[in-house]
């Protein structure tokens, strides 16, 4: 006491402080305390009083009476907490805080029954946090028989979309011998009113008429109007649930997706959605329903299945359905997935089967091959375009020694056809030139080939034609140089004597040069003809100067013997590799 005495002289804020958060205390906790008495709510006259009829719906709000109130409940108003209401049963002493129960809510600043109970009656106290310190509301709930209604009729109503409809007052039915004038409507909360947006709504005899009924006209509609008894006034406060519907459909489901019997590709142990999508009309009720089967049985609770659903689509709606696998089995892959689709006109089904998804690596084995296959066609292009380079590259480095242990002395046998001087005059290198210079010259001193050249190497001293077969047998080539000069002349004995030993000895062969062009003359021998025909002559560009013509030297170089040791000397298969890559590049 001394305490407090101190703490008033001194703070008198805070005083005031502890007995504001006292009186919310016994606010909140106003339950417990029986009989609460409402400190600054006693003297309070209430200020609003209501009848309502037993098992309907009805809706309070915490407002006081105005004039030009156009709600009579604001469902998104505030915070929750700071609307508090008690209420006092007739004719039952103590005050109690309202609680939620399963027909009495309290959503936002309004407390709704939902239906209301004639032992509902009484007086109702609100408040909101500093707007409304204390409300009385006085409340009297009386039977229908009681407040006299006559066909009060039902709380619900469905009205057709796109039709004409009236929507009546059901309170109106209620008080007959009472006139009943200035009825307000509210919809949702709000009051109705004739707007000239849309002129087919219309007030007739207490009732809205409209002339065309829209999605957007259903939701809980209110009506209110005054009556007095004995002086004192009352509001009388009815509701009605409104609908808006369409026709029944008179289609049974349509399955949009899967279409028929769909397969479906899936992968073992992993999980999968089966999916089932199904436009259904526009129905009343709770006929509807999806349902996904394995074949044909109901073993449907081992799939895991969700539906989302439309409440309020006038046009019909699509529906999802889907089932979840949470792995797939071999059991699976060897079932019928039934999609089960139903209204009250019919029913549509669908089925989805599994397929083995095909490995990933089948793809690349695919890339492989066809990979493999490329290089390969690239490689063998690359191989005949450069064939011989290869064959030389081989030789020089792998290809063991042809030349060695043969017992021959020369590479080549050189035969072509001497020219007279007046010849050599001409603009072309002519074949003379060609045998004994720019042959020897490349063969010898480049490729470090021996020739043999009749009048160069071989002494005279014999007969012409043993001295000629002595040489080409002492030779491992013949190189004949073919002109006209040469076929028509003398010298095709050389060619001929250079077939015989050829045919003679295995190693001897023939590398023909087409010189200049020819005419081969009927007198030949046939063996000649048969040569010239069937053996491989290299062209020499005449035409060309005298600079080196590559590819000519290549053909010669590949028809003469395996000589690996003359030029390079080494056999390494890197020198091999090296080069080969040096090729490749080009
Ligand atoms: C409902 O309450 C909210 C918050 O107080 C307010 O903003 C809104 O205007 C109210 N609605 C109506 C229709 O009065
Ligand atoms: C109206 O008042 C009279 C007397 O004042 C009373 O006898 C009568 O019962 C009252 N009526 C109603 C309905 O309360
Ligand atoms: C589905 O409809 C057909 C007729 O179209 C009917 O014979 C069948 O019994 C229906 N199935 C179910 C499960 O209702």
Redesign the pocket.
């Known amino acids: 006491m001394v305490l407090k005495e101190n703490i008033s002289e001194y703070q008198p804020k805070l005083i005031k402080t502890m007995i504001l958060t006292f009186y919310w205390i016994l606010v909140l906790f106003g339950t417990e305390v029986s009989g609460i008495n409402l400190p600054g709510c006693s003297h309070v006259k209430p200020q609003v009083r209501y009848r309502a009829i037993s098992d309907e719906e009805f809706v309070l709000q915490c407002a006081l009476p105005h004039k030009h109130a156009t709600n009579i409940y604001n469902n998104s108003v505030l915070n929750q907490h700071e609307v508090k209401w008690f209420w006092c049963q007739k004719n039952k002493g103590h005050l109690k805080a309202v609680e939620g129960s399963s027909n009495i809510t309290l959503q936002g600043d309004a407390l709704w029954f939902k239906p209301v109970r004639e032992n509902a009656s009484g007086i109702y106290i609100c408040m909101i946090h500093e707007k409304i310190p204390c409300l009385k509301i006085v409340l009297e709930v009386q039977t229908k028989a009681e407040a006299k209604c006559a066909g009060y009729g039902t709380n619900t109503l469905h009205l057709l979309a796109g039709s004409g409809n009236s929507i009546a007052c059901p309170g109106t039915k209620c008080y007959s011998h009472i006139d009943k004038v200035d009825v307000r409507w509210y919809k949702d909360g709000r009051q109705i009113e004739y707007r000239k947006t849309r002129k087919s709504l219309k007030f007739v005899d207490n009732e809205i008429y409209l002339k065309t009924t829209y999605v957007q006209d259903a939701g809980i509609y209110i009506c209110d109007y005054t009556i007095f008894d004995n002086t004192t006034r009352w509001t009388m406060r009815t509701a009605i649930t409104v609908e808006v519907i369409a026709k029944n459909t008179i289609h049974?489901p349509n399955i949009l997706h899967p279409s028929g019997v769909t397969i479906l590709e899936a992968e073992l142990g992993k999980p999968l959605e089966l999916e089932c999508r199904v436009q259904f009309g526009f129905e009343r009720g709770t006929q509807k329903r999806v349902i996904w089967k394995r074949d044909n049985e109901n073993i449907n609770e081992k799939l895991n299945q969700e539906t989302s659903v439309c409440p309020r689509c006038l046009k019909g709606h699509v529906l999802r359905h889907v089932a979840k696998l949470e792995e797939v089995t071999e059991k699976d892959l060897r079932s019928n997935f039934i999609c089960?689709a139903?209204n009250s006109v019919?029913?549509a089904t669908a089925v989805i089967q599994l397929k083995k998804k095909r490995r990933v690596f089948f793809l690349y084995i695919l890339c492989s091959a066809i990979s493999i296959l490329f290089a390969f066609l690239l490689c063998t292009a690359f191989i005949y375009q450069h064939w011989i380079e290869i064959v030389l590259m081989y030789r020089s480095y792998v290809a063991h020694n042809e030349t060695t242990e043969d017992g021959k002395e020369f590479d080549a046998f050189v035969s072509y056809a001497k020219t007279d001087s007046s010849e050599s005059d001409s603009a072309f290198i002519s074949e003379e030139k060609f045998a004994l210079e720019i042959l020897p010259d490349m063969l010898e001193n480049k490729y470090g080939y021996k020739l043999c050249i009749l009048e160069r190497d071989i002494l005279p001293g014999g007969a012409y034609t043993d001295e000629v077969v002595t040489a080409i047998k002492q030779s491992r080539r013949a190189i004949i140089i073919l002109s006209p000069a040469y076929v028509s002349g003398p010298k095709i004995f050389e060619l001929q004597a250079a077939v015989n030993c050829a045919l003679e000895d295995k190693k001897i062969k023939l590398v023909l040069i087409k010189f200049q062009a020819f005419q081969e003359p009927e007198t030949l021998p046939p063996v000649v003809k048969k040569a010239l025909r069937i053996l491989p002559v290299i062209t020499w560009k005449s035409s060309v100067s005298t600079a080196p013509n590559k590819k000519f030297w290549k053909y010669m170089h590949y028809h003469m013997p395996v000589n690996t040791t003359k030029v390079l000397g080494n056999c390494s298969l890197k020198g091999f590799f090296q080069r080969l890559f040096s090729l490749v590049r080009r």
Request: charged share 0%.
């Open positions: 049974p089960f139903q019919g029913n």
